[in-house]
């Protein structure tokens, strides 16, 4: 609604010059007030964006690249980065069923005790990684509720790779979710109900219906679950037990050198873990560029039916 | 094509896990705390290769580090290790008292207090050493500013704080009043107190503060070596505390994984005369003391004395001065009163 007005609104500007300076007069600050908001806002991004970004940069790549792929090309280092990717592959499947599930719940039916199923679903975000990491320690743990019976069926959960992944799992949780409530809520069950009544069954209704117009949004969640898995540390740091070329995540690793005194080999694999970032944001922006671009094809194809 | 890529990916997949699998000859796994990274890494090579041609086995060591205290508590929740080389006996001790994972005997199953190295505590200053700091006396100074992290959260910090009292004990003939009020005038050189050892390393080294730096003698040693080549001298105190790291092996675990043999030969190899050259070249003062020889020019002689001697024991030792309301909190207290 609002995007329709706004255009409305710029188009009346070109038509009437003398009104649309009125409209830019009451609507903008003074040069002054801009640039001084342009340059405060320039010299954070600097400061606590760029400048790190190229520290990690020049740290990795100082010594040259033959150096830079010493560093990775070591068996923790790989074995840090193949369970990185093995946190990944199981966590966002996950997060994906539960999101959608969760997602599909809210927004799509009502029930009692849905506003507690919302801030549930928030909980992950509210809660120190930390605090994460120790629940799970307190639970799991050899001197915690279950510990006594996992370890009569010889069932290793923390200090092993799964509890690294249940931490994760339960760190990453809100993101899909998160992303896909309000446009879920947003766009109503009509679509929906018509298929329904139209004779598609549920499942059918959810393939070629839902999922179609949640697809951005789903994967706008999923880069965004997959990017703090990725660097996930301080919930991992507690049920990790740090066993080298084990249960070292690349975030955990990377401090393991730094705290070596190995420098060059730590921003390396901090380099490899910022390039997975970046990537993840080119992927990010390229797919809100899709986005734009189907939407804006979608109301053009609109304008065109009505005229 | 897709069929291929598909068989790439199950190949990939399948490798992954096969080679975690196929990769447990024995498997040992080591917890240890934060200094010790380069001597074990040299060293498990060194016992890996000794054990295959004693028995044809290969054996592959895993490392853990972090801090001592957090080790510990991890092993106590379940982490799998089949020895512990910790950085002081309470936090093996921990290992008895809260899980009852090793027996009581623990600490006299090996020889020299089961500390197969040791190490002291030495002053790190700046180059040219230009506050002129020669012994703990010159800490009290006015003029000189200390640095060294809080007794309260790190481990090498108690080190620290109590090879000063007993230094200062040992001046005063056991004044108790004169030894605390020696310390207290120490702490109130300190400008800040960080939580652990790597961050007081940090505050010194990286960030410029404080004239001298209170630190183990194995990790003022790395410093000099790795982070300022010519830009600190070590200052060998007349009298030291001996820091005696313990290894244990973890019997609770050991017997339930079938790993007590291959575990017991690993450390009861860091006895040996190369495990005890290694310990050397990475700064440890080696038990053995014809290989300490060895390496007499690299360990200025120092009179040290035992934590058991002079305070009856860690766990005494503990709650005299660092548990709440101990001696320690009283300096604090003064110190924030004046």
Redesign the interface.
């Known amino acids: 609604m609002t995007t329709t007005t706004a255009s409305g609104v710029s188009q009346q500007h070109e038509a009437n010059p003398e009104l649309s300076a009125r409209w830019r007069r009451a609507t903008e600050e003074p040069v002054w007030i801009r640039w001084t908001l342009i340059t405060i806002a320039l010299t954070f991004l600097g400061l606590f964006l760029v400048l790190p970004l190229l520290v990690v940069l020049y740290g990795a790549f100082e010594q040259g690249l033959g150096v830079w792929f010493a560093a990775i090309n070591e068996p923790d280092a790989w074995a840090a980065i193949?369970l990185s990717l093995?946190v990944v592959v199981i966590v966002v499947p996950i997060n994906v069923l539960f999101g959608v599930a969760a997602a599909w719940a809210i927004a799509k039916h009502e029930f009692r005790g849905k506003p507690i199923l919302i801030s549930l679903i928030d909980m992950p975000f509210a809660i120190s990684p930390v605090v994460v990491g120790l629940i799970f320690?307190i639970l799991?743990?050899?001197?915690?509720w279950l510990?006594p019976w996992l370890?009569a069926h010889d069932i290793?959960i923390?200090?092993a790779v799964p509890g690294i992944i249940i931490v994760i799992a339960f760190g990453t949780m809100p993101f899909i979710a998160r992303e896909l409530i309000p446009l879920m809520q947003q766009q109503g069950k009509e679509e929906e109900e018509a298929s329904l009544t139209l004779g598609a069954n549920g499942w059918k209704t959810f393939w070629y219906v839902t999922l179609p117009n949640i697809k951005w949004g789903l994967i706008y969640g999923i880069i965004l679950c997959n990017a703090r898995a990725l660097g996930e540390f301080g919930a991992v740091a507690v049920v990790s037990?740090?066993?080298?070329?084990?249960t070292n995540t690349m975030p955990l690793h990377i401090e393991?050198l730094y705290?070596?005194?190995m420098f060059t080999a730590a921003f390396a694999v901090s380099s490899l873990l910022t390039g997975l970032a970046l990537v993840t944001i080119a992927i990010k922006s390229f797919v809100e560029w899709l986005d734009e671009r189907s939407r804006e094809s979608t109301a053009i194809s609109h304008e065109g039916a009505v005229s | 094509m897709k069929i291929s890529l598909r068989h790439t990916l199950i190949g990939g997949l399948a490798t992954?896990f096969v080679a975690?699998a196929s990769a447990a000859e024995i498997e040992l796994?080591n917890?240890s705390y934060?200094p010790t990274?380069?001597f074990y890494r040299e060293y498990n090579a060194a016992f890996s290769k000794h054990w295959s041609e004693l028995k044809g086995d290969e054996v592959r060591v895993?490392?853990?580090?972090?801090g001592s205290g957090s080790q510990a508590r991890?092993v106590?929740?379940?982490?799998?290790a089949d020895v512990v080389t910790l950085a002081l006996a309470y936090d093996v001790d921990a290992l008895r008292q809260?899980?009852d994972l090793i027996p009581e005997n623990w600490q006299s199953r090996l020889p020299d207090n089961s500390s197969p190295y040791t190490s002291t505590i030495v002053l790190l200053v700046r180059k040219g050493n230009p506050k002129n700091i020669r012994d703990w006396d010159d800490l009290v100074r006015d003029d000189v500013e200390v640095i060294t992290p809080n007794p309260k959260t790190s481990g090498g910090a108690r080190w620290n704080y109590l090879a000063a009292w007993g230094y200062a004990l040992n001046k005063f003939d056991g004044d108790e009043d004169k030894t605390y009020q020696f310390i207290s005038k120490l702490f109130q050189n300190v400008p800040v107190l960080d939580s652990g050892a790597?961050g007081a390393t940090n505050t010194f080294v990286q960030r410029g503060l404080g004239d001298v730096f209170i630190a183990w003698e194995n990790e003022a040693f790395?410093s000099v070596e790795?982070?300022g080549k010519g830009e600190f001298e070590i200052v060998v105190p007349s009298v030291s505390i001996l820091a005696e790291p313990p290894v244990t092996v973890v019997d609770k675990n050991v017997d339930r994984k079938g790993t007590r043999e291959v575990a017991e030969a690993y450390l009861g190899y860091l006895y040996s005369d190369e495990a005890q050259r290694l310990a050397g070249q990475h700064y440890y003062r080696p038990s053995n003391p014809e290989i300490g020889k060895e390496f007499a020019d690299s360990f200025p002689d120092v009179e040290l004395f035992r934590i058991d001697d002079v305070f009856g024991g860690w766990q005494k030792a503990q709650d005299t001065h660092f548990n709440d309301g101990g001696k320690f909190d009283s300096i604090l207290e003064e110190i924030s009163r004046r």
């Open positions: 193949r093995l320690v799991f743990g050899s001197q915690g510990g370890a290793r923390i200090f037990g740090r066993i080298r070329g084990e393991v705290n070596e005194y | 992954l975690s796994l917890v934060d990274r380069e895993r490392q853990s580090h972090g991890s106590i929740d379940g982490l799998d809260q899980a790597r790395l790795q982070l």
